[in-house]
């Protein structure tokens, strides 16, 4: 049995809720990511920052993107692994709520990212 912490990734590309949403979207850029982690001071997540969420910019109308924090338009309450979690059950919590990637915990604390990526190398052997 294959667990999480076997094949996460623990370079995580993250920003905190404070981070301006013009350099998050510069991170994502310069990474080559879709999505950001948002971690709180301790290392705890306190949500993404996707693609979509950054969408979410064209909706408004009162203020300029420079104006917003990646707290104002990230997703909250965020599903994620624990890396002692089977890799058949991450794969089917990807599945089951689209996601591209779950950030992986330990005591509360993130410790990696886990995307259809690791997932697929694993299954397939690929390095």
């Known amino acids: 049995m294959t667990v999480a912490r076997e094949i996460m990734r623990t370079d995580i590309i993250c920003v905190q809720p404070e981070t301006p949403v013009i350099l998050a979207g510069k991170i994502m850029k310069d990474a080559r990511v ?3 982690v948002v971690l709180d001071y301790d290392h705890s997540v306190v949500g993404m920052l996707s693609q979509a969420d950054l969408m979410k910019l064209f909706t408004q109308k009162n203020r300029g993107e420079e104006d917003f924090l990646v707290v104002d338009i ?9 890396e002692n979690d089977d890799i058949g059950e991450i794969t089917s ?3 089951k709520n689209h996601f591209r990637q779950l950030p992986v915990v330990s005591n509360g604390k993130c410790v990696g990212v886990i995307s259809r990526g690791e997932l697929l190398r694993d299954a397939f052997g690929l390095n």
Not at 74 to 82: K, N, S
């Open 74 to 82: 990230m997703t909250e309450g965020v599903i994620t692994a624990d």
């Open 93 to 95: 919590s990807l599945i």
């Open 34 to 36: 879709g999505s950001l």
